[in-house]
């Protein structure tokens, strides 16, 4: 049995993007979100998700300026860390979520380990990029950190998924970014993940490196 496919990397992601051009309502945005969001589109496969994507005004230039920069990224999961394009970067992002240490804070604080992590982030905040894409816990305790005074990132990306607390957190930021001071993009409702918020990210990086679609 012969299967017919295209083989070429470089055709199959013209095509893509072609057709996703050609499939989502990428009115009214900028040249980077449009970048951003055509990739998000192409992680999930869903063009009706453009909608959903939100951005503070100066989200794209506070990311792209801090990533050019080589400002520490901090991410809640391992998926999202391994998600980004390490031949974008000069620095390997940071997850504290496997670190000795985050069990004990966690139990001692009767909280969850992603949120335990964000006690090492501390000293990376500050002009950094947050992508947050699997727990809704480290978002909301993010923005509780923020608004107790911690160093305050360029970017928060903040995707996660499911259906405890996603919707709810990525409202939050939404609602209360611009009182916290803070620059995101985020995804509203149930969707988000580790994907789309790496892509975000390398969204983001190939803009930086003058790399179009």
Avoid at 31 to 55: C, K, N, W, Y
Avoid at 134 to 161: D, H, Q, R, S, Y
């Amino acid at each position: 049995m012969t299967y017919q496919f295209i083989k070429d990397p470089k055709a199959i992601e013209k095509d893509s993007f072609r057709q996703i051009r050609e499939l989502t309502d990428l009115s009214g945005l900028s040249e980077v979100q449009e970048q951003v969001v055509m990739r998000i589109v192409h992680t999930l496969g869903l063009p009706d998700v453009a909608s959903h994507v939100r951005f503070t005004p100066s989200a794209c230039d506070a990311g792209r300026n801090a990533l050019q920069m080589s400002q520490p990224i901090l991410c809640d999961v391992e998926m999202v860390k391994q998600g980004i394009t390490k031949r974008m970067i000069e620095n390997e992002p940071l997850c504290f979520l496997n670190d000795p240490a985050v069990p004990s804070i966690a139990q001692s604080s009767s909280e969850t380990r992603t949120m335990a992590a964000l006690d090492l982030w501390v000293p990376h905040l500050q002009n950094s990029v947050v992508v947050i894409g699997n727990a809704p816990t480290a978002l909301f305790k993010l923005l509780e950190m923020i608004k107790n005074g911690v160093a305050k990132p360029a970017l928060i990306v903040g995707m996660p998924v499911g259906f405890v607390g996603a919707a709810e957190s990525k409202q939050a930021l939404w609602d209360d970014c611009e009182k916290l001071g803070v620059e995101c993009i985020t995804l509203l409702g149930r969707m988000g993940g580790s994907g789309v918020s790496a892509a975000t990210v390398n969204a983001l990086l190939r803009c930086n490196r003058n790399e179009w679609y």
